[in-house]
Nanobody, 124 residues
Framework: QVQLVESGGGLVQAGGSLRLSCVAS????????MGWFRQAPGKEREFVAA????????YYADSAKGRFTISRDNAKNTVLLQMNSLKPDDTAVYYC?????????????????WGQGTQVTVSS
């Protein structure tokens, strides 16, 4: 079955950078969309970024545009989220997710598989 394993979270000062990784296994992902979501304490899980497995289409939340970059390491079946200029408001658990098909990219309810999450904490 599909498994998604995130890593790369941690504690960073405001203005710093982190790179999250999501290793995907258990399927052929050519028709999948891979996404990153985050959930802060007391808040709903929200969309951050997504991409088609081919890399032909990229999607970003307004809060991520210009600061975060989603990409894929072909050789390692890994989806990356490079996060720069981090702010305290970016503090959350970040989840990798995968969905079949290309509709509902921005909706957490559209995703079929989820990783366990990785904590990102940005101090001021």
């Amino acid at each position: 079955q599909v498994q998604l394993v995130e890593s790369g979270g941690g504690l960073v000062q405001a203005g710093g950078s982190l790179r999250l990784s999501c290793v995907a296994s258990g399927s052929t992902f050519s028709s999948y969309v891979m996404g990153w979501f985050r959930q802060a304490p007391g808040k709903e899980r929200e969309f951050v970024a997504a991409m088609t497995w081919s890399g032909g289409a990229l999607y970003y939340a307004d809060s991520a545009k210009g600061r975060f970059t989603i990409s894929r390491d072909n050789a390692k079946n890994t989806v990356l989220l490079q996060m720069n200029s981090l702010k305290p408001d970016d503090t959350a658990v970040y989840y990798c997710a995968a969905k079949r098909g290309y509709s509902g990219v921005y909706s957490r309810n559209s995703y079929d598989y989820w990783g366990q999450g990785t904590q990102v904490t940005v101090s001021s």
